[in-house]
């Protein structure tokens, strides 16, 4: 990745006798006892970590920072990311329209490869055991969206291309972390930082053994965050027991997501025992798949062939519950089981409707993927200089696809955070004037999401007894809301499915 020469001085909260120029990757660095102070440091470079620095830098009271950024990956892959267009990345996310809003004013959707976007309109979302408990959500078509699919790469390109037009900032790539502490003892500091107490600093050590120091630390550094437990910050959550497979599938039709369609285009999700299947259209006839499941089901589908795998896919939201539990008894031969029992109760009116995707056809090479499932929740987003965002403060079950569009939120929200201390004269660092107002904002409403997703998969995750048809009566009971508030609370939410 291009480095500009970020010639950045500390902010005017240090004095500025203090202030020195910073040329990483032309320079010598300074040693432990001498480290480069930076006003922020971000470890993690993923969207949460690129949006919060691309935040800081957008903004006329925050873009004086010295900024820094520490990232395991290469950067320059990341910036030349490019795939033909008839080949998708099978990691995607549904973004929000106020994921979509934060990336325009933070001037990085602009950078978008938007011909790898889908806008969708509509969304089906049904209960495996009882085909009539649905809901839909409608906008009118074809804009406004309920949400924007596309590839996280592409989100991330943008990112790094928009920073790239704006001040330079310190971009450490291929770097890792390898240790944090706080600063030496007050009574040995090194003569240029006299007049800053470094010891309440973090120094975080890196794979180059250089040393940096902030004033502020940030962990974007992903669900294990070395940021996070260098911070002593508790999580609490469970394992799913559950993997999402992904994959990008193509559709026998674009007619569900053609925007030429007067119709529109629609995301689909089913609600089976072991997990939410949901398929979310992609540009043309592409579309991406984040089926929940349980590790011996994700196994068994990962071992399939391509023409079993596509005939189980297609058989999660056309079979009973039952005859899909059966297919997944055999090693082999779904698509001969899927053939036979269409033949036998065909299911074509739905299809015509609108209700259930078209058929996938083919399935990219390589793009069959799972990763296994995980609720946590940091007990505080924030302690003594330092800040947790994104999936290092959060890791959410993704049946309401919210992972991302939670760490642009806690981006969007730090960002401010800072921007009010800097407005104010205060030390970002500080918890009182900076730190607690992000905590504030964010750590309640994540924790309302968090649960609200981890009970509806409980909630369908129930095979049998006296919730099973309740469930379906309070999704009927949504859906004939219409467009009155609790569905248009629920389709806010779900922006993300
Ligand atoms: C199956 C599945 C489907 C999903 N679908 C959606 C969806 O539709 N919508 C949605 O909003 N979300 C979705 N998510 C969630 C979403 O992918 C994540 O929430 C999001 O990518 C997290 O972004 P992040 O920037 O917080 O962390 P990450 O993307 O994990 O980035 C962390 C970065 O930190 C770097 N790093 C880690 N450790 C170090 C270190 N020691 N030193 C330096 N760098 C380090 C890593 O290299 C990485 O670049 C889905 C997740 C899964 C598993």
Redesign the pocket.
């Known amino acids: 990745m291009a480095v500009g020469n970020p010639s950045k001085a500390l902010s005017p909260y240090i004095c500025s006798s203090c202030s020195r120029s910073l040329k990483l990757r032309s320079r010598k660095f300074a040693t432990a006892a001498s480290p480069d102070i930076y006003d922020v440091v971000c470890?993690?470079?993923?969207?949460?970590?690129l949006s919060l620095l691309t935040a800081l830098r957008s903004s006329k009271a925050t873009s004086h920072l010295s900024l820094a950024l520490?990232?395991?990956?290469d950067l320059d892959r990341a910036q030349k990311w490019h795939l033909p267009p008839d080949q998708y990345s099978n990691?995607?996310?549904?973004l929000t329209p106020s994921s979509q809003s934060f990336l325009s004013q933070i001037g990085a959707w602009s950078h978008i490869d938007t011909s790898r976007v889908q806008p969708y309109q509509h969304m089906r979302v049904w209960d495996g055991l009882s085909s009539t408990s649905r809901i839909s959500f409608d906008s009118p078509a074809p804009e406004p969206a309920i949400a924007h699919m596309t590839e996280?790469q592409n989100i991330i390109r943008a990112l790094l291309a928009r920073l790239d037009s704006l001040e330079p900032i310190s971009l450490l790539d291929k770097?890792?972390?390898t240790d944090i502490h706080l600063g030496p003892p007050p009574s040995s500091p090194a003569p240029e930082h006299a007049s800053l107490n470094l010891s309440s600093y973090p120094h975080v050590t890196l794979s180059s053994k250089h040393t940096i120091a902030a004033r502020l630390l940030v962990g974007?550094?992903?669900?294990?965050s070395?940021v996070r437990t260098f911070a002593g910050i508790q999580t609490r959550g469970w394992d799913y027991d559950r993997h999402?497979v992904?994959a990008t599938l193509k559709l026998s039709s674009e007619s569900s997501h053609n925007p030429e369609n007067p119709r529109g285009v629609t995301a689909y999700q089913r609600f089976l025992p072991t997990g939410p299947i949901a398929l979310?259209a992609l540009p043309g006839p592409y579309a991406s798949l984040?089926w929940t499941t349980t590790p011996t089901q994700a196994a068994r589908l990962k071992s399939l062939n391509i023409e079993d795998f596509i005939a189980t896919v297609n058989a999660a939201f056309r079979l009973s519950v039952v005859d899909l539990d059966y297919m997944f008894t055999l090693s082999s031969g779904q698509l001969s089981e899927l053939q036979w029992r269409e033949s036998v109760s065909p299911n074509t009116s739905a299809e015509a409707n609108g209700d259930i995707p078209a058929y996938v056809t083919s399935v990219q090479e390589s793009s069959i993927a799972s990763?296994p499932?995980r609720l946590r929740h940091a007990s505080s987003y924030t302690t003594h200089r330092t800040a947790l965002?994104?999936?290092?403060a959060h890791?959410i079950h993704?049946l309401a696809?919210?992972?991302?569009?939670?760490?642009l939120a806690d981006s969007k929200s730090l960002a401010s955070a800072v921007e009010y201390a800097i407005t104010h004269g205060a030390d970002t660092g500080s918890e009182m004037n900076c730190l607690d107002k992000y905590n504030i904002d964010m750590w309640m409403r994540n924790n309302r999401l968090l649960g609200a997703v981890d009970k509806l998969h409980w909630l369908y995750s129930v095979k049998s007894g006296p919730v099973v048809p309740f469930r379906g009566v309070g999704l009927r009971a949504v859906d004939a809301l219409g467009d009155l508030g609790l569905k248009r609370w629920f389709m806010r939410q779900a922006g993300?499915?």
Request: aromatic share 2%; glycine share 24%; no cysteine.
């Open positions: 470890v993690g470079g993923g969207p949460a970590g520490v990232e395991s990956q990691r995607a996310s549904s996280n770097t890792s972390i974007a550094d992903g669900l294990n070395p999402g992904v979310l984040v990763f499932l965002i994104g999936d290092a890791t993704p696809g919210q992972g991302l569009n939670m760490g993300g499915l």
